[in-house]
């Protein structure tokens, strides 16, 4: 079925390219000084939009939506200008947004180029960064422009709401016109985790091996290659920033709130005690004051883990398996019981879909490793007990039980109502966000390129 450009569906895919979905597309928008050899398409408040900011986001937009959306020059310019809107006008309304929360979606976001590119030092290079710091400052900016929009959308649209008629209108319009939605299989997990947990001997070797490193390094030894033969931080034995244990760190830099503290804790030349994260054990030696900033090395040495350890926690899900496939106990009085990890224990093992804040998981759109354990069991069934770990390094095995099971379909009212329901709400919520717009058009700076004046926009932004 072919879908009309403007229907919810499709605006919504817009909406989250232009303004949460393409990071990488937005540090080029920022970065490289392209304002000097771009043009300006318009101008919205003090936000500038470029030329290419255009092309590029239609681009990622078509691409995302597998060639199904096609969307003029034009259409992407008014949805962009949308986004600046709200960006200006989140100023004046005073939304506030913390350095943390920043930080944290950045640490995020820096992570998952990372883990798709390699490193860190091949993420830099490839956007054409200096350095991790360089490419912060960018995300940041980026980041909180982003969280400015969504926070004045939501002050918006916070009273909007949807009746059951509203919700039945806006199902058979869709049914009428031909554009009922198509919802992908879909399918709800829920796992049990246990983690292969260190001995307190390991544990007190670690401690004990960084004691005796601190000593060494107030006694005159070199910080620098004591961290290089000692440091499991995988950037020791590169080029600038971990280089030697290096960093030169602000309280805005994106490392944990633990190091941090411990960091700004100390004198200069003063070398920490041993203390914890979840990367591992540290110490930390302060090689300059600078203001608000500070030059560092560190050492990290991660804890092992038995193999014997390991081979408990698969052993131990082992039996939970049988036990629960043999009916001695269910899933999830075997998830309170035994599981290790917080997140899902509190929920019953249900695992929340990152994308959606709900249970589900479209299959076509999961993670390729979840995807391939879960891809082909039935309702009901279970994984074998299979290893993972964390990005922090912890070690730990699960199994992941399938609870349900939902084919691809067209949608249907009372199966899908829910969904219905909540695409029912955003249209409205849209609209209502359309007429605010119009309102504050007529009282915000706004200059458009005369490359962009022949097009045809939905609100008056030419305010002729």
């Known amino acids: ?74 259409e992407m310019l008014e949805e962009i200008m949308t986004q600046k809107l709200l960006s200006h006008h989140a100023i004046i309304d005073s939304i ?20 798709q590119l390699g490193s860190i030092e091949k993420v830099t290079e490839f956007y054409g960064f200096n350095d991790e710091e360089d490419l912060r400052k960018e995300l940041n900016q980026i980041q909180r422009e982003q969280f400015l929009i969504q926070r004045e959308r939501a002050s918006i649209v916070e009273e909007v709401d949807v009746t059951p008629d509203e919700v039945r209108t806006y199902f058979n319009n869709l049914k009428e016109e031909g554009n009922l939605p198509e919802f992908g299989s879909e399918i709800e997990l829920s796992q049990i985790v246990i983690y292969a947990q260190p001995t307190e001997e390991e544990t007190k070797r670690v401690v004990d091996k960084l004691t005796k490193i601190k000593e060494d390094i107030e006694n005159g030894a070199s910080m620098n290659m004591k961290a290089i033969l000692n440091s499991d931080d995988p950037s020791v034995a590169g080029k600038g920033q971990g280089a030697g244990g290096f960093y030169t760190i602000t309280r805005e830099t994106g490392f944990v709130k633990e190091f941090k503290e411990v960091a700004f804790s100390l004198d200069e030349g003063e070398v920490s005690e041993p203390f914890k994260t979840d990367f591992g054990y540290h110490i930390i030696k302060v090689e300059k004051i600078k203001g608000q900033s500070i030059d560092l090395r560190h050492i990290l040495i991660q804890l092992d883990i038995d193999e014997d350890k390991l081979l408990e926690a698969k052993t131990t899900l082992e039996g939970l398996k049988k036990d629960i496939s043999e009916g001695t106990i269910t899933f999830e009085e075997a998830v309170s019981e035994y599981s290790e990890e917080e997140a899902t224990k509190t929920n019953r093992g249900v695992i929340i879909n990152p994308a959606t804040g709900d249970s589900r998981f479209e299959l076509t759109r999961m993670d390729p490793t979840l995807y391939s354990r879960v891809s082909n069991l039935t309702g009901g069934e279970m994984t074998d007990p299979f290893y993972d770990e964390t990005r922090e390094g912890e070690k730990m095995f699960k199994i992941i039980l399938l609870k349900s099971k939902t084919e691809a379909h067209t949608a249907d009212y009372i199966k899908d109502y829910v969904k219905i329901q909540q695409l029912a709400l955003q249209k409205k919520q849209e609209e209502t966000i359309e007429k605010w717009a119009k309102e504050k058009i007529s009282d915000t700076y706004i200059k458009i390129n005369s490359g962009h004046k022949s097009c045809s926009f939905d609100k008056n932004w030419k305010k002729e």
């Open 1 to 74: 079925m072919q879908l009309k450009t403007r229907i919810l569906k499709n605006i919504k895919m817009i909406k989250k390219v232009v303004v949460l979905g393409v990071m990488l597309l937005a540090i080029n928008s920022f970065s490289q000084e392209r304002v000097k050899v771009d043009g300006v398409a318009v101008v919205v408040g003090k936000n500038i939009v470029l030329d290419s900011d255009i092309e590029k986001f239609k681009l990622e937009v078509e691409q995302r939506s597998e060639g199904k959306i096609k969307i003029s020059d034009c």
């Open 96 to 115: 506030v947004v913390s350095e943390d929360e920043v930080i944290e979606q950045v640490d995020r976001t820096i992570g998952s180029f990372a883990q």
